[in-house]
């Protein structure tokens, strides 16, 4: 052989990536299904919800001071109090939990078996209470379709794009980023806690894997797409780095979601690394979102033609948006006590959710419209046009709808508009006025 030639890379099968995409399309369908499932239960048979009689550390097994129901009070507990049993069987775990509690409903008792902090031991008797309704003015079934716009139609449509692009482009790596980023935002509005058995595993397995691989996939994306960049070209080793140490707190925290959820609580020595790897993983996420952006604007300034700056302008700025405002409703707001499980801020957290959602769909907007990766599209020129002028007059009509929601209930329970009704319909006109002259 002579010395100039050059092995040719090895590429992965096209056949075994379609057999992962398939797996990855069924696994992330399932559980949208499952959420929207939830989502309707939780709106309109709320009443069949038994709630949490109080709320625990699921490490040290202790009851906190502001998680105590009146029901549980008047059983007995305190906090401080270590839980010991559940309806006479030991303690195993987060999943013994969740399963009497989705499995349950209001009437039904609950033996807590008990262990003071002096020592003492005893078993209480409660009977499980109705979940209470979600802070909304609307009726459970108009409350379900307003929370149905962000957590299942907007969602599934970033799950459906990011199928698409790698169904077309099957061995691209920058179109596997793509569906990780557009398979995330399900992770942040479907949570997989009203399930029992193998169910509550395989959709804890899913939510928390495409939580952790949000960051790296953003991370990877601003490095690559929609070329690779001259940052990374000089210092190609930093990544690796910030990825070694990624992983390395990843391969602990998976070991002590496992213990939380079926080894009765972490140890002392998995919880003291776990709290480290958990800061690690925290600190990772935040420098990749400061990245893409650093990334993204050096592309920007660098950009070699016309089309790839536009491209690259419009991803900043929905990025930007929506990163923005999860990181401020969602993170920033909760430690000053703004917007966490408070009635009064559900308007905030709505807005939030919806500006967030900028974030995926810009994404979704300049790979498939901006063609930044020329995706093939199997359909005339004329389709193509009247589906996005149909998919727009859909966000339209659904934008309408809620402003619908907000403003004529009022009127028909014949009683006086709220401020927040006025604000919300003043947003979401904005919205349509943006999607139709933007």
């Given at each position: 052989m002579s010395p100039q030639m050059k092995r040719k890379k090895k590429s992965v099968s096209p056949n075994l990536l379609r057999f992962l995409l398939g797996v990855w399309v069924v696994a992330g369908l399932s559980y949208w299904v499952a959420g929207v499932g939830d989502l309707w239960r939780i709106h309109v048979h709320w009443q069949e919800i038994a709630r949490p009689p109080f709320r625990f550390d699921s490490d040290q097994?202790?009851?906190?001071?502001?998680?105590?129901?009146?029901?549980?009070?008047?059983?007995?507990l305190a906090a401080g109090d270590k839980?010991?049993?559940?309806?006479?069987?030991?303690?195993?775990?987060?999943?013994?939990?969740?399963?009497?509690?989705?499995?349950?409903?209001?009437?039904?008792?609950?033996?807590?078996?008990?262990?003071?902090?002096?020592?003492?031991?005893?078993?209480?008797?409660?009977?499980?209470?109705?979940?209470?309704?979600?802070?909304?003015?609307?009726?459970?079934?108009?409350?379900?379709?307003?929370?149905?716009?962000?957590?299942?139609?907007?969602?599934?449509v970033c799950l459906l794009i990011g199928y698409w692009v790698v169904f077309t482009r099957i061995t691209d790596?920058?179109?596997?980023?793509?569906?990780?980023?557009?398979?995330?935002?399900?992770?942040?509005?479907?949570?997989?806690?009203?399930?029992?058995?193998?169910a509550l595993a395989l959709r804890e397995f899913w939510y928390q894997t495409g939580q952790l691989a949000g960051a790296p996939a953003l991370l990877l994306f601003g490095i690559y797409f929609p070329e690779r960049s001259r940052l990374d070209a000089r210092v190609p080793w930093a990544k690796w780095v910030l990825l070694s140490l990624y992983v390395a707190g990843v391969a602990i925290i998976y070991p002590s979601l496992w213990m939380e959820y079926y080894g009765a609580g972490d140890g002392p020595f998995l919880r003291h690394t776990s709290d480290i790897a958990a800061a690690v993983v925290n600190a990772f996420n935040l420098a990749c979102v400061v990245l893409f952006m650093v990334l993204t604007l050096d592309k920007l300034r660098s950009?070699?033609?016309q089309d790839a700056r536009r491209r690259l302008r419009v991803l900043t700025a929905g990025m930007s948006t929506g990163i923005g405002s999860l990181l401020l409703?969602?993170?920033?707001?909760?430690?000053?006590?703004i917007a966490e499980y408070d009635p009064r801020f559900y308007l905030l957290r709505y807005l939030g959710a919806l500006l967030f959602m900028l974030a995926p769909l810009t994404l979704a907007y300049v790979v498939v419209v901006q063609r930044a990766m020329d995706v093939r599209v199997l359909l005339r020129t004329g389709?193509?046009?009247?589906?996005?002028?149909?998919?727009?007059?859909?966000?339209?009509?659904?934008?309408?709808?809620?402003?619908?929601?907000?403003?004529?209930?009022?009127?028909?329970e014949r009683r006086q508009p709220q401020p927040s009704d006025v604000w919300a319909a003043v947003v979401f006109l904005a919205l349509i006025l943006a999607l139709r002259f933007g």
């Open positions: 097994r202790k009851i906190y001071e502001g998680g105590l129901q009146p029901e549980a009070k008047a059983a007995g839980i010991e049993q559940l309806n006479g069987a030991d303690y195993t775990g987060l999943a013994q939990w969740d399963t009497i509690l989705e499995d349950g409903q209001p009437g039904d008792i609950l033996d807590v078996g008990y262990a003071r902090p002096d020592g003492k031991t005893g078993t209480a008797t409660l009977t499980l209470t109705r979940q209470e309704r979600a802070a909304t003015r609307l009726s459970p079934v108009l409350a379900f379709w307003q929370d149905f716009f962000v957590v299942g139609l907007l969602t599934l790596g920058n179109a596997w980023l793509l569906l990780t980023l557009l398979t995330f935002p399900g992770g942040v509005f479907i949570l997989p806690w009203h399930a029992s058995g193998v950009a070699s033609t409703v969602f993170v920033a707001l909760p430690h000053f006590g389709t193509r046009y009247a589906l996005a002028r149909a998919s727009l007059w859909v966000l339209q009509i659904a934008l309408l709808a809620v402003i619908g929601f907000r403003l004529f209930l009022p009127m028909i």
